[in-house]
């Protein structure tokens, strides 16, 4: 059973949930005006990590015939025949009504648009499809966690988490564009759509740095909307500096350090700026 669960977390990429927790987080902590209550942090926790766990099993299911011809992916396959379909689905089930139940603990407005939430999640699996613009829907998925955490802490609507959103779909956007480079062949072989087929890899490469550009704009303008000060400010110089890097990576000829600029960089980016944001709020609110 623990071998299972364990491939069940390798399958899903579970580390990968750092990507998008940390803005839940500082949505959270500016939304209360300083720290949030520990059952609101962890309800909001849970439901991010359980979402994020259903929408990416969900994935490996209804993928399983395009992940068996990738030889990026093909262990994917592997993976669901060690844990077994079934246990696949309970699990991708259990998952989804633990965000339900999660969201309806928050309150009314989180428990009502669940649903949506989930709409836009499990959507996402489907839209390589039939059009290129997978990697905004996979960033609406991501910019989720901002708004879900903000209506979790305060029961009402607001801009500034929208804002903050908007940062994360550019930025989710900007780098799964990076990663989809590495499977524009097998997309040409599978009659999949994205970005790198249709503008090729350089022209794709300079539209994720377009992209990753906004990103900043947008963070520094998020930092009008939440009355963030110096130490935000800050943090937000040293996450351009490190998309800087990131891009300086990964060349048109050269992919090769795809792995370090998605998943350490990245990773690096959202606890900078996660970090910055809590401290400032600590120290000026």
């Known amino acids: 059973m623990l071998i299972k ?10 580390s990968h949930t750092i990507f998008s927790l940390p803005f839940a987080v500082m949505s959270a902590f500016i939304g209360t005006e300083g720290m949030p209550g520990i059952r609101q942090l962890l309800l909001i ?6 979402a994020r766990s259903c929408a990416m099993s969900f994935n490996r299911l209804v993928d ?5 011809d990738n ?9 669901q025949g060690l844990i077994g379909k079934a246990n696949l689905w309970f699990f991708t089930i259990s998952c989804t009504l633990l965000f339900i139940f999660f969201a309806g603990m928050l309150n009314r407005l989180c428990l009502l648009i669940s649903p949506l939430a989930l709409l836009i999640i499990f959507g996402y699996s489907y839209t390589k499809r039939f059009t290129n613009l997978s990697h905004l829907v996979l960033g609406i998925s991501l910019a989720l966690s901002p708004i879900g955490a903000w209506i979790g802490v305060t029961g009402e ?19 799964d564009i990076i990663y989809a480079c590495q499977d524009l ?15 090729g890899i350089k022209n794709s490469l300079i539209l994720s ?4 550009f906004l990103m900043v704009i947008v963070l520094f303008l998020f930092m009008y909307f939440a009355k963030l000060n110096f130490v935000y400010f800050g943090g937000v110089c040293i996450v351009s500096i490190m998309l800087v890097y990131e891009h300086s990576l990964i060349k048109p000829h050269d992919l090769s350090k795809i792995s370090l600029a998605f998943f350490t960089v990245n990773g690096i980016i959202s606890m900078i700026l996660m970090v910055a944001t809590l401290v400032d709020v600590v120290i000026f609110y």
């Open 5 to 14: 669960f364990y491939s069940i977390l390798k399958l899903i990429k579970f």
């Open 45 to 50: 926790l849970g439901a991010l990590v359980v």
């Open 64 to 68: 399983a015939g395009y992940d068996i």
């Open 71 to 79: 030889p990026r992916t093909s262990y994917r396959i592997q993976l």
């Open 157 to 175: 609507i607001d801009i500034a988490p929208f804002i903050l959103a908007l940062a994360v779909l550019l930025w989710t956007a900007g780098f």
């Open 185 to 199: 062949e097998h997309d040409i072989k599978s009659g999949l759509y994205s970005i790198p087929k249709k503008m």
């Open 209 to 212: 740095s377009v992209l990753h």
